[in-house]
């Protein structure tokens, strides 16, 4: 075994030092003392802030451990076990409420610590910097009209310049224009139902934990079933999106663009503490590119929680659906090359919405709350235009071939590439919850066999499992979806831009996190990568 490497210790000392690291985590600031006091002590060491915070509960709590007490002589068997759970329930309940009640006292106090800060800058840039993010800005959207115009009933091709209308009003429309935002205000709608868990966020620079409705499988949900009665009630969607899907992408393309100077406009008035790590170099152009705002909101409206996971990724799968259908309308027949990569894409944004609902409730796992574009970068341009724009209209490009070119493979053709995508999904699912449980709970029994380097900032590093054969399993297994939705298009090389484009996104973005994790673990780091010197595909890379 390496220098520092270790295997999860025994089940014992597991319980302990798991009580100590999560109350770390939540106590920010505090003594060491009293970071590792279990919540349970912390609900009978302020009994009077559990009590006036919520003081019917704590009374009905009392009575009902009274009657506890006198049911456990009468049946100590089977009914013992319910009044153990009654009593196990109410101090959670109980723990919760005080666990609220600290959030709250922390939050105001970084608010306090918000406005004394000066402003401080960043100095290290990506992407080019203000160079490299204004030719970003400019080219993303050509792109986009440059490959979906390329890809037509007759042809699809990379090497003839596309058409563009001469008339560029072809391309944009007020019906469109309402159809989005229509599609938009019916999702911030659905985010704000009070369906699903309200949960905090990682701790902010600041100390403070931001809260957030996780209840996007349901909006998912809902979605698609108002989907399912507009068509059973011949509503024309499936007509008017096909035929103005280039209108409602101009519309998407604007709207990002004009959020964006807003968004920009409204981090220019907020506190330092609220400003990404990356996004507050002074230079307008590359913070307006990156995010100047970590997590702007209005209200208690998150705008980068709900873009990174509704409007676009639901919006893929019905655009997605109306392919299928129009498909059905002119043939009467659901194709299978078409019908296999939408059931694929609809897995993934599935599972997305999925582990970002019930992962929560669940308690498995974090999920959306830890990725990157939560927690580091800025919601700027870059993640605007990729949210509602990019994603959408532009990951729908094999279906939206599909339905115009199918080469028709053999069966056993499609049967190898079902293959490849469970794989890859597989993969993904399995290296992302390996992750998201070791980062909840390192002392899981399901991660008990799997090493790890222990870090200066009292996390570890997996190498054992996925996560010793690469440093980013989840991105192979994602990147094997992205090869196995394009395979069905045969060789007409368009349809092959998704992977291409995503490995080379997934490559930056493996090295950007590299490069935050070796400031964030220094040496420990670099033994990781001693360990583990594939980076994404091994052997390969
Ligand atoms: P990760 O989920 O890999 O998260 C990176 C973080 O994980 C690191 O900053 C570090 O954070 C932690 N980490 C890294 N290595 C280890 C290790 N060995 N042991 C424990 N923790 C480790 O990256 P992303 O947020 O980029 O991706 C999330 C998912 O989203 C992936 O499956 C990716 O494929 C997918 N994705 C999809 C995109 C799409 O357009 N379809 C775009 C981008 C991503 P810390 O140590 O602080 O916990």
Known sequence: MAT???????????????S?????????????????????RTKSKSPSRTQSKSPSRSSRTRERTTVVKKEIVVTPTRQSTRIADLVDNEKKVSTRSSELLKSEVRNNMADKKDKAKPAAKTRATEFGGPVGALFITLSLPLVMYYINLA?????????????????????FDMEATLLFFGWLAFQAVLAMIPVGRVVEGLPLPSGKRLKYRCNGFFAF??????????VYFNVPLVKMVHAKFFRIMTSAILFSAI????LYIKARAVPVTQLAPGGNTGNALYDFFIGHELNPRIGSFDLKFFCELRPGLIGWVILNFIFVLKAYQDTQAF???LTLVVAFQTLYVADALWFEQWSVVLAIQDAILTTMDIIHDGFGFMLVFGDLAWVPFLYCLQPRFLLDNDPKLAWYSLAGIALLNVFGYMTFRRANSQKNEFRKN??????????????SSGKRLLVGGLWGMCRKPNYLGDLMMALAWSLPCG????????PVYFAILLVHRERRDGAQCQKKYGSSWNRYCERVPYRIIPYVY
Do not use: Q
Request: hydrophobic share 35%; glycine share 4%.
């Open 4 to 18: 520092g490497m270790v295997k999860s210790p025994p089940s014992k000392s597991r319980n302990k030092s798991r």
């Open 20 to 40: 100590r690291s999560r109350s770390r985590g939540r106590s920010t600031g505090k003594s060491s003392r009293s970071a590792s006091k279990s919540p349970a």
């Open 151 to 171: 890809c037509t009933k007759t042809k699809c091709t990379i090497l003839e310049l596309p058409k563009f209308p001469k008339n560029i009003w072809l391309l």
């Open 221 to 230: 949900v809902a979605s698609l079933i108002a989907f399912g009665i507009c």
């Open 259 to 262: 959020l964006s100077i807003f």
């Open 335 to 337: 194709p299978p090359a």
């Open 442 to 455: 390192p002392f899981h029994p399901s991660l008990a066999d799997l090493e790890s380097i222990p870090t």
């Open 491 to 498: 060789m007409s090389l368009i349809p092959y831009f998704y």
